[in-house]
């Protein structure tokens, strides 16, 4: 089993800067991919960065590519994502998910084992 706690959210004006963290546990040797969703009001969870946790490869949503950066601390065993220049189109609630099953799509929530609780980010216009 693999715990994922996030935190960082917040309110903050458009233009602003946030940074999410996602704090893993337990077995964290298999969280192959850590992945950053959000999900807003009356829409389907939509996919926003994803990293590896060994080659450091990531993957962005066309949204928010030169604008939020995902990274990882491998010894903390914590993604971060840093949000800048925040749009009020970015207000969601940001999950963090970790563990990719073996042939799914980075980008599709259903591929996921692992799934926090959520932090609420709210973009002010």
């Known amino acids: 089993q693999v715990q994922l706690v996030e935190s960082g959210g917040g309110l903050v004006q458009a233009g602003g800067s946030l940074r999410l963290s996602c704090a893993a546990s337990g077995r964290t040797f298999s969280t192959n991919i850590m992945g950053w969703f959000r999900q807003a009001p009356g829409k389907e969870r939509e996919f926003v960065a994803a990293?590896?946790?060994?080659?450091?490869?990531?993957y962005y949503t066309d949204s928010v590519k030169g604008r939020f950066t995902i990274s990882r601390d491998n010894a903390k065993n914590t993604a971060y994502l840093q949000m800048n220049s925040l749009k009020p189109e970015d207000t969601a609630v940001y999950y963090c998910?970790?563990?990719?099953?073996?042939?799914?799509?980075?980008?599709?929530?259903?591929?996921?084992?692992?799934w926090g609780q959520g932090t609420q980010v709210t973009v002010s216009s």
């Open positions: 990293i590896t946790w060994s080659g450091g490869s990531t």
């Open positions: 998910a970790a563990e990719l099953r073996a042939g799914s799509n980075v980008r599709n929530p259903r591929g996921y084992d692992y």
